[in-house]
């Protein structure tokens, strides 16, 4: 399909154990599609592998079975040298606790990425402001993190994650370290630019009215992975 994304099939991981099998399962045959403009919420206990999942689907752990396409393009075949400029092109990461890098104002932050990929400096600021202004905040892009409230830095890791242009957006737990009033915002948000800009989204979160608001939603539960 023309506008698949991502595309898993068969997924599995599981870790060695004193159990009557000698490992643990994690997770056992995982298949998930991912469209252009999408999100899909992934919920579950505590502990039940959803962060786990979110690192195969990112290739930033090994598989044990299964296949991971991004725009068709089947993972296998790429070289671990291949994997960081794909994660860089592809993927764009929000986390928890924003991960922004404290030494830099938010205008840098947000700009990293780029430069990172080679752009020149003048270029990838002028970029930078442009997605801080789609998140509104670009009155704030001259402020380290530390000067920033939660809310803002959030929107930050927002622009950050959307600047390359990434085919995927992960974001683990987007809202948890935010009040409600504020989680109501960012989850608005996360889910309007992801798809203002065609991007598919992949959520994993244990607030149900924050999985509520994306297209598909599904549940870990003994490493299966259920559409709700």
Partial sequence: MSNELLRVENLSKSYPSEEKDGKLVILEDINLF???GET???TGKSGCGK???LSLLALLSPKDGGKIYYEGVDTDVLKEKDLPKLRNEKMGFVFQNSMLLEDFSALENVAMPLMIKGEKKKA???KA??????????ER??????KLSGGERQRTAIARALITEPSVVFADEPTGSLDEKTSRVIEEL???????TNRGLILVTHNPLFAA????????SGGVLNEK
């Fill in 141 to 146: 892009k001259n402020h380290r993190p530390n």
């Fill in 40 to 42: 899909i919420a992934i």
């Fill in 213 to 220: 608001k994306a297209d598909k939603v599904y549940v870990l």
């Fill in 190 to 196: 996360l889910i309007e630019s992801v798809k203002k």
């Fill in 124 to 126: 990838a600021f002028e």
């Fill in 129 to 138: 402001e442009e997605y801080l202004k789609m998140v509104g905040i670009e």
């Fill in 51 to 53: 962060s786990t999942l």
């Fill in 34 to 36: 991912l469209s252009e």
